[in-house]
């Protein structure tokens, strides 16, 4: 499986305040997700990238935006952090071999 | 777009019962996934099953990609077993729908 790690793993901020998620992937996979995760909506695709540079807006893009300066690392960022926006955030990454795999998540109150 | 619904929502077993997990999606997909989301929160890769069978000790998973669904068996169920239990669908590398889960209890 794709090593991949999440940071922050929670985080506490304050409503208007940016914030920015990361993700680090070692390995070398050219496809990386950002979802999240809420209580009786199941897991939605915020943005995906499709290579350095290269994303794309998922179904619940509204507040957020992404960047990939590197294969490695695929930064989330919520420029104006509202309540609606408390949730649990998964990244992942797509192999070949294994199809999608997941971090292990950060839990984000926005208060 | 793909639709992904899971059967049952709810499921409680006794430690050593064998269950049955059914996905059913409502496109044509080459990359279908089972993930295990245990109670700490993770997201665990099952298996990678676009169509055929696969096992892993006691899961074993089969894709019917001709009649758009998916199987999970979970056999001699272990309390480790409990959690919810996520079927996912897709076009390979593109944004994967997840259905709503199973969640799935095993008693002692």
């Known amino acids: 499986d794709a090593g991949i790690t999440q940071s922050p793993r929670h985080k506490v901020t304050e409503t208007g305040t940016p914030v920015t998620l990361r993700c680090h992937q070692t390995e070398n996979h050219r496809y990386m997700y950002w979802y999240r995760q809420d209580p009786g909506h199941g897991l939605r695709l915020i943005h995906y990238s499709y290579g350095v540079k290269d994303t794309d807006k998922g179904e619940v893009s509204d507040g957020y935006s992404v960047s990939r300066s590197k294969t490695e690392d695929f930064l989330l960022t919520l420029e104006s952090a509202t309540s609606s926006q408390t949730s649990v955030y998964f990244c992942?990454?797509?192999?070949?071999?294994?199809?999608?795999?997941f971090g292990s998540g950060t839990r984000l109150t926005v208060v | 777009g793909i639709q992904v619904e899971q059967s049952p929502p709810d499921l409680i077993l006794q430690e050593g019962a064998n269950s049955t997990l059914r996905c059913n999606f409502s496109?044509?997909?080459?990359?279908l996934q089972w993930f295990h989301q245990n109670p700490w929160g993770q997201l665990i890769n099952l298996f990678y099953i676009p169509s055929g069978t696969k096992q892993n000790g006691r899961l074993s998973a089969t894709t019917v990609a001709t009649e758009r669904y998916s199987l999970l068996y979970i056999s001699s169920s272990q309390t480790t077993d409990s959690g919810v239990y996520f079927c996912a669908a897709g076009e390979g590398a593109q944004k994967l729908v997840f259905g709503q889960g199973t969640r799935l209890t095993i008693n002692p």
């Open positions: 496109d044509s997909v080459n990359n």
């Open positions: 992942a990454s797509w192999g070949r071999d294994y199809g999608y795999t």
